[in-house]
């Protein structure tokens, strides 16, 4: 696949997905192809900068710094993926960093080449219109039941990023969270009542035990990593 075949695939699953070709055609050449490094960071929490990305190959995470300098992983990236969409649409500040955990390919939209070509083509905006509409949709009609399913996978994520280095040599490992339950549910953009019910979920299937208010066992590692779909 070309270069170009492969950037008219990401942007057909990507929230400009319903464009006509000459839209995408018009589109593709406003997105910047970048190349990072293993561990080379694309923006951290906080910045602002207004870019929108599609991965085109490798892994990135998302991801925050705890108070102690520790990072807390809260999902993966990987092809086909897109990341940035709202601080694009605002211009606000990313919610959380991200960086490559392998060397990685993505195409970068800056908000000065997407303003650009939203007076350029008004085909767009009504595209966006549509995508937060569908999305606004479905958050309605299934919160309950996404949010718990997102919130398995981001708790199991934020699990393995606090294991001690020693885990996955055949013994259970015991995590210690370095705060409130409260307080990782707002670090991982879940409610608390997701959060519990996420730890519930996972200690049911005999994958975690909950040994006291901060401290959790992993029985399997393997089984947090599935839960976190990185198997």
Do not use: W
């Not at 925050?64 to 992983?73: H, K, V």
């Amino acid at each position: 696949m070309s270069g170009i075949d492969q950037l008219l695939s990401l942007i057909a699953n990507s929230p400009f997905g319903g464009a006509s070709r000459a839209t995408a055609l018009r589109l593709a050449p406003l997105f910047i192809p970048r190349c990072y490094k293993r561990g080379e960071v694309v923006f951290l929490e906080g910045d602002v900068g207004g870019s929108f990305f599609l991965v085109g190959d490798g892994r990135l995470k998302a991801f925050r710094t705890l108070a102690g300098g520790r990072t807390i992983t809260v999902f993966n990236l990987t092809a086909g993926d897109f990341f940035g969409f709202i601080p694009l649409l605002d211009g606000g500040p990313y919610p959380l960093s991200v960086a490559a955990v392998e060397a990685s390919g993505v195409y970068e939209l800056s908000r000065e080449n997407f303003v650009r070509g939203m007076a350029e083509n008004t085909e767009l905006s009504m595209l966006l219109l549509g995508y937060m509409a569908h999305r606004m949709r479905g958050c309605f009609d299934q919160v309950g039941q996404l949010g718990c399913r997102g919130a398995v996978a981001r708790t199991a994520h934020a699990l393995l990023s606090l294991l001690p280095a020693t885990a996955g040599r055949g013994i259970d490992a015991e995590v210690v969270l370095p705060f409130s339950q409260v307080e990782l549910a707002r670090t991982l953009n879940i409610t608390a009542e997701n959060l519990s019910r996420a730890l519930g979920r996972l200690s049911r299937e005999g994958i975690i035990e909950r040994i006291g208010r901060r401290r959790i066992v992993v029985h399997s590692l393997t089984a947090l990593r599935q839960a976190a779909d990185l198997a």
